[in-house]
């Protein structure tokens, strides 16, 4: 099969927000206690923070990480975290019907954002809490000194403010398994209340609107109209929720599911900027895509209630997972001028990239891979390719282009970076890229990761699922031709002379 691909700076998305490359870890399993944080682990450091997880973090290039939920986070009482840790209480914790024992909270995990070079992204209580605790968070993260929370803060050990710049009103607040699940008026009113007196707090921090839990929801985009409605003046972001399964063993409808997100992220900013027409407006809302990834492996495996981190939704990933991740990244950057943020979810163990044992090693699953690829050489701003390729039909989908790409401009640094999969189960995909826009530009590497069996996954001792350089494709000066193998992720990224 033939494809061609046009490049040309005029076709700039936007710029590439960082965050966009951010993840996730809920106290649920092993993400906290046996995930990053595991005192008595031979590599624990003095703070009980695994560094060979924050090593493999930092290979994944993680710029943003939301905490501490989730589900989770609709019966928090931010207070059992904080203070001296013998006397934190243990409490029922009702969203995942574990016991949490408190030992990790707000400051430890403020601590583990420096140290694992990254940014923290706060989720509030707006289940069973509301706007008064909210707040109060607020000031005992990020008032300097001088009153009772920010005093607190010291008391504690803290003598710096944390400086939390990013706050999601709640999590999934129409879902019915949520702790203090609320319709779409009441969310509104409570998170435009929680959002007002948390920037009167702190005027600096941006918040996210909890949009629906899910694309299926039978309220989606009403819910969103209703509370964007409400919360409008008070908000920057609302937020999208989407997992993706194979349950069905259909790699090509599998994969085609990345079409899916480009249809949910387009309905969600038709729906801000409804609301923003209504209004008479300038104020634009973003988008922060909080919860993505494949999670469909662990379902139904039984855990001890009521026990310690036990081991609950621990997927285990295999190449066509990595695959659809490739594709799903792909789409966000498509539409990086409206999705400012994003999170794979989870980062450690729970439906995660990174994967422990407690008191042992670590390996990257893979879905790692792409991510790392994406987050390390996606910078600068998106720009939109003209694809011209076959496409397909399968049981899901029809007109399924087989190229999925996207290709990045880092203008500074002088470098292009595209990136595609070959959605093709049999055929490789001879590529032409044309560098119209881009003269002087040389291709300087091609990796890839292809060639495996669709249900392979990497453990402990083999992480054989990995990207691995190619040599060189042709370029004859304004076109590359570039090999696609058959279900493959490829990177192909180019140089200004
Ligand atoms: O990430 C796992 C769970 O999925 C989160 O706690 C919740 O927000 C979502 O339903």
Known sequence: MKAKITLAGELKVGKIDRRIFGSFIEHLGRAVYGGIYEPGHPLADED???????????????????????????????????????????????????????????????????????????????????????????????HKSGSKYS?????HGYQDPWDVKLWCLGNEMDGKWQMGAKTAYEYGRTANEA?????????SIETVLCGSSNRGM??????????????????????????YDNRSGDTASFLAKSMELDDFIYSVICVCDFVKAKKRTKKQINLSFDEWNVWYHSNGIPFEKWSVAPHQLEDIYNFEDALLVACLLITLLRHADRVKVACLAQLVNVIAPIFTENGGGAFRQTIFYPFAAMSKYATGVSVKPIIDCPKYDCKEFTDVPYLEAIASWDEEKGEVALFCVNRSLEESLELDINMLGFEGYQVCSFESMDGYDVRQENTFNDERVKMHAN??????????????KPLSFNVIRFKKK
């Open 471 to 484: 040599p060189l494709p042709e370029d004859n000066g304004t076109a590359v031709t570039a090999q696609l």
């Open 151 to 155: 005093d607190m803060r010291i008391a």
């Open 195 to 203: 959002a007002k007196l948390m920037k009167w707090v702190d005027p």
């Open 48 to 142: 009980g923070l695994r560094t060979d997880v924050i090593k493999l973090i930092n290979e994944l290039g993680v710029p943003i990480v939301r905490y501490p939920g989730g589900n989770f986070v609709s019966g928090y009482d931010w207070e059992d975290g904080v203070g001296p840790v013998e006397q934190r209480p243990k409490r029922l914790e009702l969203a995942w019907g574990v016991t949490e024992t408190n030992q990790f909270g707000t400051n430890e995990f403020m601590k583990w954002c420096r140290k694992a070079n990254t940014s923290p992204m706060m989720a509030v209580n707006l289940g069973t809490r509301g706007p008064e605790q909210a707040r109060q968070l607020v000031e005992y993260c990020n």
């Open 218 to 243: 039978a309220t989606f985009g009403d819910w969103e109209a209703t509370t964007l409605d409400l919360a409008y003046d008070n908000v920057d972001y609302v937020s999208l929720h989407q997992y």
